[in-house]
């Protein structure tokens, strides 16, 4: 069964940073691309970031360009989102996703439980 | 950035109606639109790609058509598992882009 769980989320102070993690498992890790999506409290979703099989080729939202880094070791099946400067409106949980394809774009065909991420002082 | 709008907001039904649902681009993205399904407290569920492609494991009562700016979301009989939000997200475009959601309820 293909299965991506997410760990590192937490309590922040705004500007802070966070390292999440996804470790997949039941599929072969290189070969697809991988994204986080998030979720604020009570509101809809919102794709952040993805990044290719290979990991040549990444994409962010402009809402997290220069301050997210989406990154991923295929020979640890494991995906990562290093969140800097965090901001309130960076609370949300966040969900790990798996695509398609080895290209990024596309769909989430494979959605971990996500990971809440709280921002505040 | 290609803005979806889903409608309505809101569906009130009752098991074994229909449901139909909405989502308009605001310029085409061909086919590349998918469906997905979201409980209280759950992670998403891709329920249709491309428009109208099932995704594994998803009942036949789902079904997606549509292209290029207009497409419909149908659940042709209600179980009460479908009450949820449902998002559609397109694809063709950078950055990728989900629309606001329906939220179909009991009625």
Redesign the interface.
């Known amino acids: 069964e293909m299965q991506v769980l997410e760990s590192g989320g937490g309590l922040v102070q705004p500007g802070g940073s966070l390292r999440l993690s996804c470790a997949a498992s039941g599929f072969t890790f290189s070969t697809f691309d991988m994204?986080w999506?998030r979720q604020a409290p009570g509101k809809?979703?919102?794709?952040v970031s993805?990044i290719s099989g290979s990991g040549d080729r990444t994409?962010n939202?402009?809402s997290v360009r220069g301050r997210f880094t989406i990154t991923r070791d295929n020979s640890k099946n494991t995906l990562y989102l290093q969140v800097n400067s965090l901001r309130a409106e960076d609370t949300a949980v966040y969900?790990c996703a798996k695509g398609?394809y080895g290209d990024p774009?596309?769909?989430?065909?494979v959605?971990?439980?996500?990971i809440t991420v709280t921002v505040s002082s | 950035e290609i803005v979806l709008t889903q409608s309505p907001a809101t569906l009130s039904l009752s098991p074994g109606e229909r449901a139909t649902l909405s989502c308009r681009a605001s310029q085409s993205v061909s086919n590349f639109l998918a469906w997905y399904q979201q409980k209280p407290g759950q992670a998403p569920r891709l329920l249709i790609y491309d428009a109208s492609n099932r995704a594994t494991g998803i009942p036949a009562r789902f079904s997606g058509s549509g292209s290029g700016t207009d497409f419909t979301l149908t659940i042709s009989s209600l179980e009460p598992e479908d009450f949820a939000v449902y998002y559609c997200q397109q694809y063709v475009n950078w950055p990728l882009t989900f629309g606001g959601g329906t939220k179909v309820e009991i009625k």
């Open positions: 994204k999506v809809g979703l919102e794709w993805s994409y939202a402009d969900y398609p774009g596309y769909y989430m065909d959605w971990g439980k996500g």
